[in-house]
């Protein structure tokens, strides 16, 4: 017969993975393996002031005596953190460093992406542009329209030239929101991180067009470990964009991020993600694994952050964008379509802690999984003694193509007051053989047909994304499932 | 013209036989109805014409324009102008019917060498065609047939189809589950748009919907066999004598 089953067993060649390619840039290392002279190779090699030499040491002997956290539903080899190098620094990045030109290897590598590097400091700004914060391997290599954000006072640029340029900001706010000992990841990337983005808004500014990240992994046996730190002041609005892709490679590569957003009264940051690292290949083989931490922290009343993600990629996918809600009358949003297809394997949820009064949150996941990958929605939702009228609404669905795969949901709820609700809605269902003839009927064939039920099916989620990324998100879900039915 | 050649057709699923040889003729211009008692395998045809999974054809030939349907996925024999209109139209949430129809439309035209359709174009083809199966602008936003009435359903059906324009529409037991305005309505449109070039198979229970739809021929399927063939006369004996007197014959 032939319905998914069997058809799910013909998986093509996955030759999908459109951002597999290996840029020819040769890297500067540090000594492979993690020790305390790797950390201070990392600072010295950012010139770091030592307040921040201090902060990674004192991490860093944290780190070695906690555990890797072993309760999410995942299964890998045991990693060799002595095995990998902690910095690679693409070699002369900086053609020019005092004009700021890059070498044409790396331009070539983004426009290849799409991503372009051109930083016209002339360039009238609007809504439609987007600003780059572009993190090759260890380094923050070029942040554009960097001129036209100081004009309207907000900062932009690389996390590691924020140590040395606003160390008083970074010392307030780095650790603030995830603290060192968070978690096992969270005090590594505390001890190693090597770039990232940094982003203050100041008080009454709306930012006049998007920021992003763009992550990318070239050198091969590297730990990419950025950190990102958004601050929006009072009164103040961004829109924050994070996009990340890596090479087809064997071996799996580990990348710990922490992201920290700190929300004072009245600002709002959207936090969206398209996040497609490397996902291994049809057997399992190589592809990245994502251990990341990103929390936001609504500290003033009526602040508002929302975590929007689609997440494609990774053979390990281990995050959960959370918010605490600590300033009254403060929002959380989390919109997430997490896909997993062939070996893939994803945990990731949210956690919304309401501490303040009348604080809202809303979950909205879709889980696709395909193959025989499994994905995993996990969730916390508290409503501490005093957030009174605090109200939750939760809703996670699973949509299982053919009958290999696995989706679990663990959703936890904790009130600890009579005054607040909490709404939780979950369903699971599978693409079936009938609504794929049905389409083919009209015409379509069966890859566009998945593409259109999937679509359909995350469309709540996508329909949150800024328009340019939803567009790529479209595309990218219906690429990740190539393969997945015949 | 001939549209649709059927030779000794035989069909299983699930290792039964259900379609045991099955001959049928079908030239541009004409209108034919199957009748046929629960489990004659009415609906087991459509579903081997149109190409749906789970059917395996043993015997026999159909050839559709020319060309041998058998061999054809799903989707081309919809594009060489093959349409269902489903029994049981399937939900598709998120996904409004405009862009379904459009993704569909254009998919057609694709192999034709057609460019895709205009927009401008495409919104005065939807008005002329919801008008035809009197359906609201408004339903159209809504995702494909989610939460739609069975009767919504079946007139989104004939909307798809009056949209598409195929060369042989198949129409699975639309009456069903129909009142009688409803019935009028797509009754009517199928009128419309039948026409010199194209055909129609009327899979149908019931001589009522007939009565709107006059056919060119009426066959009997009878335990996976057409017993008998007529005109429209048939319909009627049927309706009066029941099956059983007609499979005595």
Redo the contacts between chains.
Sequence with gaps: ???NNDIITQLVSDDTYKYGFVSDIEHNYAPKGLNEDVIRFISSKKNEPDFMLKWRLEAYSKWLKMREPKWAKLKYPPIEYNDLYYYAEPKDYKVDADNNTISPEIIKTYDKLGISLETNENLPTSQSCIAVDAVLDSVSVATTYKKQLEDVGIIFCPISEAIQKYPELVKKYLGSVVPVTDNFFAALNSAVFSDGSFVYIPKGVRAPMELSTYFRINASATGQFERTLIIADEDSYVSYLEGCTAPIRDENQLHAAVVEIYAHRNAEVKYSTVQNWYPGDKEGRGGIYNFVTKRGLCAGNNSKISWTQVETGSSITWKYPSCILKGNNSTGEFYSVAITNNYQQADTGTKMIHIGENTRSKIISKGISAGKSSNTFRSIVAQNKNAVKSQNFSQCDSLLIGNQCAAHTFPTIKVKNEKSTVEHEATTSKI????I??????????E?AMS??V??????VLQNLPLEFAVEAKKLLAVSLEGSIG | MNILSIKNLKAEINNTEILHGINLEINSGEVHAIMGPNGSGKSTLASVLAGKPGYKVTEGSVTFCGENLLDMPVDMRAKLGLFLAFQYPIEIPGVSNMNFIKTALNEIRKYHNQEPIDAFDFYELVKAKADLVKIDQKFLERSVNDGFSGGEKKRNEVFQMAMLEPKLAILDETDSGLDIDALRIVSEGVNQLKNANNAYIIITHYQRLLEYIIPDFVHILYKGRIVKSGDKSLALQLEEQGYKDIYND
């Design positions: 017969m032939n319905n079936s053989d009938d609504a003839f049905y389409i083919n009927q009209r015409g379509i064939k069966t566009d259109l039920i679509n359909g099916y995350a469309k709540e």
